[in-house]
């Protein structure tokens, strides 16, 4: 791995430590570069458990707010024992960033287990941005 995505893997254990999760105890923690900046985000769960956000979603948020919009690459860290990919909601708000770059996705656990891929491979078929763009009349 490069020096780069060693990198996010920490910013993700980091912020993987500070996850609020009283109900799953399942936490997450994502780091994503952009812009040649690093942001982080952890899971934070609500009582009314479909409102609660996921960590790359919060990464995202970050990364916005950092005023940055393009995804160069993103960790993902769980202590699952199989590296645990983003769900569906977070592979489309990945997506909307990510369509021009195609990022690297890479999955890791505290156990030091990693699997990678393209964030394409992770959501065939995406609808996103460019589905936006007007067709030819016809």
Do not use: H
């Amino acid at each position: 791995m490069s020096a780069q995505t060693e990198q996010l893997v920490m910013a993700a254990t980091t912020a993987r430590g500070k996850a609020y999760v009283p109900y799953s105890g399942f936490r997450v923690g994502a780091a994503i570069l952009a812009g040649g900046g690093v942001y982080a985000g952890a899971n934070v769960e609500i009582a009314s458990y479909p409102i609660s956000v996921c960590a790359e979603r919060n990464a995202i948020a970050a990364m916005i707010m950092g005023g940055e919009r393009r995804i160069e690459e993103v960790v993902v860290v769980t202590a699952a024992g199989e590296p645990t990919t983003p769900c569906g909601a977070c592979r489309q708000a990945l997506w909307e960033f990510g369509s021009e770059t195609d990022p690297i996705v890479t999955c890791v656990t505290m156990g030091g287990r990693r699997i990678s891929n393209r964030l394409s491979e992770l959501l065939p078929g995406a609808f996103g941005p460019s589905s936006f763009r007007p067709q030819p009349a016809g």
